[in-house]
């Protein structure tokens, strides 16, 4: 069974999901920092540094919430970056962040499904998602649609949630991932479930070998997996 956010709706985990990020998108950008203690954006550059040799010049962020990713990843020069995101809540925040910092004639963000991108095939010279994978609702579709859009050649960039395997930071880990974060999730964004379905989600995600193991199913090649921070997050590549 999916994990999904709100337990007690009959709704799927597609529209569940689009629902938590409208609902805390004010505080996303916040809790994402704070929570992680500004980890997260030396996570993203590290992401975006594994394209640098490629140069591509069409690249499209799924699952983009406010631009974070899309943003971070113009320090690639490309021509041209489309964000897609299934919550209208996050885009319009992300918006009003490219306006503010003059981005908007470089960064599209789109609302659109991942599972079901509006794209031609063989489109894009990169693919990359921070973050939003573990929320898809049928994660092999998401991932055969994000080769499908890929030029021949092209590169996905994936950075993901993780969990650490070694004591004793595993432990530490799970006890902040688990009872603190929740709450204060909780009390900042007023969502009772987004906080809790965030660890939930990562628990239930396919992270290491297994996800690598997807990615080739899907029909990508030469699949890495970086591990960062003790294991937290983990960075995966594949090339169509």
Same mark, same amino acid.
Request: charged share 30%.
């Given at each position: 069974m999916a994990v999904v956010p709100y337990k007690e709706q009959q709704s799927g985990k597609k529209e569940q999901v689009a629902e938590m990020f409208n609902s805390i &998108?004010?505080?996303? $950008?916040? /809790?994402?920092?704070?929570l992680s203690l500004g980890i997260d954006i030396i996570w993203r550059k590290k992401a975006i540094s594994l394209l640098k040799k490629d140069r591509p010049k069409l690249i499209l962020d799924i699952a983009t919430g406010t631009g974070d990713f899309a943003i971070e990843s113009l320090k690639l020069n490309p021509d041209k970056v489309i964000g897609v995101? !299934? &919550?209208?809540? %996050? /885009?319009? %925040?992300?918006r009003e962040k490219l306006k503010k910092r003059q981005l908007d004639n470089k960064i599209e963000l789109q609302l659109? $499904?991942?599972e079901k991108l509006l794209f031609d095939d063989n489109k894009f010279d990169a693919a !990359?998602? &921070?973050?939003?994978?573990?929320n898809f609702? $049928? /994660?092999e579709?998401? /991932?055969a649609d994000m080769y499908r859009v890929l030029k021949p050649g092209g590169k996905t960039v994936i950075l993901e949630f993780s969990r650490p395997s070694k004591f004793p930071f595993k432990n530490i880990y799970n006890f902040y991932f688990k009872a603190i974060l929740p709450k204060i999730g909780r009390l900042v964004s007023k969502d009772k479930a987004a906080y809790t379905y965030l660890p939930e989600s990562v628990q239930a995600f396919p992270d290491g070998e297994r996800f690598l193991e997807i990615l080739e199913k899907v029909g990508f090649k030469n699949t890495q997996c970086k591990a960062l921070t003790f294991g937290v997050s983990s960075i995966y590549t594949g090339v169509k």
């Open positions: &998108s004010k505080k996303y $950008d916040f /809790l994402n920092h704070f995101d !299934i &919550s209208e809540g %996050m /885009l319009n %925040m992300g659109g $499904d991942s !990359i998602v &921070s973050f939003g994978v573990r609702e $049928d /994660l579709k998401g /991932l």
